[in-house]
């Protein structure tokens, strides 16, 4: 189904076939949504706060957000794309295991990293909450072990055409999992395409406000933001939205 089409994209972005999701890039688009959570009073410092990223890909915006003092915890089912995004750090980063394993039969592969670098100019006078990059190669439909990450313990999520890469089912599952791992009032970016044509394939699908509101304001979040093109994409008939929402 859709996750067999993830490992398809991937392998065939790895090889240097279509941009896919990972258009927009040369924009800068990760620093584009960093800039607009916060211009949009999305508490961001000080640093660090916990920003989780579902569905991953090798996003820019992981080391970004670190490197700007945070915690982050990355998750992707596609352990290639977990690869990718390790290489996307600076070169001197240094990752190591996370120990202990979470269960000793979890297929969950959990990698960690702490304040290096630019990382650790943004860090509070006595090194206390120290910034911190966790990446997951596992599904993120399934709980993770609360020691990797705790309910109730995210500021903000980055959802970069994550909840549009997912079919009706697998979105009725995801948007419970976000909601439970945020702590009240917190944020979600979410970044999905606006398509004129072809809506009914995917991925990515298009998301309307008609469904944003269905499958998230109905779940207990609030619209507080919407961008009807938030960068300009290179596909024709497709554009790349935003909403802002906030866990009520």
């Given amino acids: 189904g859709t996750r067999m089409g993830w490992f398809e ?3 065939n972005i790895a090889a240097g076939g279509i941009a896919g999701w990972k258009d927009g890039e040369h924009l800068l688009n990760h620093k584009v949504a ?6 949009h009073n999305v508490p961001l410092s000080p640093a660090p706060r916990t920003i989780l990223v579902p569905l991953c890909g090798d996003s820019l915006f992981v080391p970004f957000a670190f490197s700007r003092g945070h915690r982050v915890v990355a998750i992707d089912l596609v352990p290639v794309a977990i690869q990718a995004l390790q290489k996307r750090f600076p070169k001197d980063t240094q990752f190591s295991p996370l120990a202990p394993a ?3 039969d979890s297929k969950v592969q959990v990698t960690t990293t ?3 670098g630019d990382a650790a100019e943004f860090q509070p006078e006595g090194g206390a909450g120290a910034a911190a990059a966790t990446l997951i190669a596992g599904d993120f439909l ?3 072990p609360k020691e990797v990450l705790a309910k109730g313990s995210v500021d903000v999520v980055f959802d970069k055409d994550s909840f549009g890469a997912l079919g009706p089912n697998e979105r009725a599952r995801y948007v419970p999992r976000v909601r ?3 702590k009240p009032g917190g944020f979600v970016l979410l970044e999905c395409k606006w398509k004129d044509t072809n809506r009914d394939a995917g991925p990515p699908y298009h ?3 008609e469904m944003v509101k269905a499958e998230w304001v ?3 979040f609030e619209v507080v933001g919407h961008q009807e093109s938030f960068y300009p994409l290179n596909f024709d008939h497709m554009k790349q939205q935003c909403f802002l929402l906030k866990k009520n």
């Avoid at 960093?34 to 211009?39: H, I, M, Q, V």
């Fill in 142 to 144: 399934v709980p993770l």
């Fill in 34 to 39: 960093y800039e607009f959570l916060a211009t």
């Fill in 180 to 182: 439970e791992y945020l």
């Fill in 114 to 116: 702490t304040a290096t």
């Fill in 218 to 220: 109905d779940a207990g």
């Fill in 9 to 11: 994209k991937w392998s």
């Fill in 207 to 209: 998301v309307s406000q």
């Fill in 102 to 104: 979470p269960t000793p």
